[in-house]
């Protein structure tokens, strides 16, 4: 089992930036893909980020532009760095880390941005 851990999260106004981080202690942190997805109440749970184990991004459109994704290795961290949030930002955010063709997921962390 693939231990994840969510942190970062919180209550900002729209215009604000937060960084979320996940960490793993999974030895083989640097040699997976991973990703943020973030799910809003009454809504299913949907696509945000992906970085690759050699770093490559991928962004939904809905935040392409004000976020980023970014991992550093040494410290078994992804990071999702939100700027210019908005309302319907507003979600509990998830990381993923995909492991051969199974996916682990973390417990989430809550982003609320109010107007």
């Known amino acids: 089992q693939v231990h994840l851990t969510e942190s970062g999260g919180g209550l900002v106004q729209a215009g604000d930036s937060l960084r979320l981080s996940c960490t793993s202690p999974v030895r083989t942190f640097g040699s997976h893909d991973m990703a943020w997805y973030r799910q809003a109440p009454g809504k299913e749970r949907a696509f945000v980020a992906a970085?690759?184990?050699?770093?490559?991004?991928n962004y939904s459109d809905s935040v392409k532009g004000r976020f980023t994704i970014s991992r550093d290795n040494a410290k078994n961290t992804m990071y999702l760095q939100m700027n210019s949030l908005k309302p319907e930002d507003t979600a509990i955010y998830y990381c993923?880390?995909?492991?051969?063709?199974?996916?682990?997921w973390g417990q989430g962390t809550q982003v609320t941005v109010s107007s």
């Open positions: 993923k880390l995909t492991w051969f063709k199974s996916d682990y």
């Open positions: 970085i690759t184990w050699d770093e490559k991004t």
